[in-house]
């Protein structure tokens, strides 16, 4: 069969049998054809072809296709599991995020908590030990303790007042000096009541003491924290796999 | 129940109602698979894979042609299957009888109002114009198989490709090109009208 039609006007004639074509387009079309038995004869070809296709016999299914319970149950079974796995990747992410944050803002937190009790029990100490380097020359004492400093306070009190107030003061020195643990504390001063068998922390006390019950807080955000991210790879693994094998 | 009312209940579940819808469209979507792919067992394969994706997705369906969202799903499959068969190639099995000769007019092709001589002459036909269609390159050829096979319009064939309408005119011109160069080769196997036309041509 000798065909010298152009690629173009293949397209339009094609579109011509199947009315696609512009009606303008048509219009110029009709007109070539009968000009041009070339491009008439092609055009019949193409309809006898088409209605050969259109006319090829419908095949029918070789068997039933309905889709049994199996079927289904095994995608949707599997479909399952992989959700499942895939939320668990999810929230065990976002959860460990949430601990490891959280984590990270108490830390801060707990940090400057944890430096004030240390410079209360602290800051008592200085004064007192400056009230000691004062007394001991004049009170000729070898250890000065705290309530020796009260005492010798005491009585330097009453013996300054008596000049000027007599007896009441000598009697007031005495009701204090009944009672040592009597609280001379003023708003200036804020010492702790202390016996004499107290004795004041240290610094490295003070460092052991509080961090105990952190340090094992810590340590046990830090194993959720290592099992959450554990999980959310696990799970998460498992459902790229589940995944791939559907694929497949 | 109609297609509607069946689809809404495929949608929640319902085995039942979307095996009715099956075996209505079963033909429909082999005779794409087949042609498409050109062997009956694959076509198989990519049917059964086609309606099991389609039961999936029936979420996915937002109303419109039914017919043309399956045909997609087929499309898709086959689509799948060629690609499959194009990593691991293998030699088309031809059906044989118990002596073992070909059968050349397979069993769903039989068409018994027509006379035994007219069957082997349409036979014989469909699968030149089969070779010819295993010929054209997969685009080509689903666009073929979709507006001159099953009768949709060039819209419709848009959609289920998901290609621009422009798109399917230039492959249908092509293909139909094509289709005709490999046709001319089975001159004796065309009907009489389409031979003395070439006779009076050449």
Redesign the interface.
């Given at each position: 069969?000798?065909?010298h039609i152009s690629?173009r006007d293949?397209?339009r004639?094609?579109?011509y049998v199947?009315g696609?074509l512009p009606k303008n387009q048509q219009a110029r079309l009709r007109q070539r054809l009968s000009e041009e038995p070339?491009l008439q004869?092609a055009l019949?070809?193409?309809r006898?072809?088409?209605s050969?296709?259109?006319e090829?016999?419908?095949?029918?299914?070789?068997?039933?296709?309905?889709?049994t319970?199996e079927?289904?149950g095994q995608?949707k079974r599997s479909a399952r599991i992989y959700t499942s796995f895939r939320l668990a990747s999810v929230l065990s992410s976002l959860l460990f995020i949430l601990v490891m944050f959280g984590d990270i803002f108490t830390l801060g937190y707990s940090g400057q908590q944890l430096s004030v009790p240390v410079a209360e029990s602290v800051a008592p100490a200085a004064p007192i030990e400056e009230k000691e380097l004062e007394e001991a020359p004049e009170s000729e004492m070898a250890e000065p303790s705290f309530s020796a400093v009260v005492e010798d306070e005491a009585g330097q009190i009453s013996v300054e007042k008596s000049a000027e107030q007599g007896l009441d003061v000598v009697e007031e020195a005495q009701e204090d000096q009944v009672d040592p643990n009597v609280n001379r504390q003023t708003a200036d001063d804020e010492l702790p009541i202390m016996d004499g068998d107290t004795e004041m922390m240290t610094q490295g006390e003070v460092d052991s003491e509080i961090p105990k019950g952190d340090i094992v807080s810590w340590r046990i955000i830090n194993t959720i924290e290592v099992v959450l991210a554990g999980l959310a790879f696990a799970t998460g693994l498992v459902a790229f796999f589940l995944r791939r094998r559907g694929r497949i | 129940m109609d297609e509607a009312t069946l689809i809404q209940a495929a949608r929640r579940g319902d085995l039942d109602a979307f095996n009715r819808l099956v075996l209505d469209y079963q033909d429909m979507l082999y005779n794409q698979a087949y042609r498409v792919i050109g062997e009956p067992d694959a076509a198989e394969d990519a049917t059964q894979e086609a309606f099991i994706s389609a039961f999936r997705k029936l979420r996915t369906y937002r109303g419109g042609s039914f017919k043309s969202w399956l045909l997609r799903i087929v499309t898709n499959a086959c689509y799948d299957e060629l690609r499959r068969r194009k990593r691991r190639p293998v030699a088309p099995l031809e059906p044989i009888t118990r002596d073992g000769d070909d059968v050349e007019s397979p069993y769903w092709l039989i068409d018994p109002s027509e006379s035994p001589e007219e069957s082997v002459q349409r036979s014989e036909l469909a699968q030149a114009i089969q070779h010819c269609l295993n010929q054209l390159s997969p685009d080509f050829r689903m666009v073929v198989v979709l507006v001159d096979v099953q009768g949709l319009d060039y819209s419709d064939a848009a959609q289920i490709i998901e290609k621009p309408l422009g798109t399917v005119k230039s492959r249908l011109a092509r293909a139909r090109q094509r289709m005709q160069v490999c046709l001319a080769k089975f001159r004796e196997l065309l009907p009489p009208t389409f031979r003395l036309k070439e006779e009076a041509s050449s």
């Open positions: 069969m000798k065909n690629r293949w397209q004639l094609s579109a199947d696609q070339a004869l019949d070809d193409l006898l072809m088409r050969g296709l259109r090829l016999p419908k095949m029918r299914a070789p068997r039933n296709f309905s889709l319970p079927m289904i995608r | -």
